[in-house]
């Protein structure tokens, strides 16, 4: 069971990244997957969850507007597109898995994968 999250990188602010998360290990169908991020000296958050049918998604605050998620499910990968970066975003991103994504809104998910870095400049 492994989570792979890639696409992170340097850009300016104002600018835009799409990261992936790609699933493999077990089938994913019945699980609602979520992205979090941690930033430089901070707690990690909640950024963003898609229900394990893609048919709701939830944002924080934060992104509401900015960010977007999907989900491929014959590639077995969610995604998140990042647009109008702020250097307040710069953070490790992380993707999580879990059967409720009530769960994953509270900041808990049963697979984790590893971190990728995002870093926005001004």
């Known amino acids: 069971v492994q989570l792979q999250a890639s696409g992170g990188g340097l850009v300016q602010a104002g600018g835009s990244l799409r990261l992936s998360c790609a699933a493999s290990g077990r089938t994913w169908i019945g699980y609602s997957m979520g992205w979090f991020r941690q930033g430089p000296g901070k707690e990690r958050e909640f950024v963003g969850a898609i229900t394990w049918n893609g048919g709701a998604t939830y944002y924080a605050d934060s992104v509401e507007g900015r960010f977007t998620i999907s989900r491929d499910y014959a590639k077995n990968t969610v995604y998140l597109q990042m647009n109008s970066l702020k250097p307040k975003d710069t953070a490790v991103y992380y993707c999580?898995?879990?059967?409720?994504?009530?769960?994953?809104?509270?900041?808990?998910?049963?697979?984790w994968g590893q971190g990728t870095q995002v870093t926005v400049s001004s």
């Open positions: 999580a898995a879990d059967t409720s994504t009530g769960r994953l809104r509270r900041g808990i998910g049963k697979y």
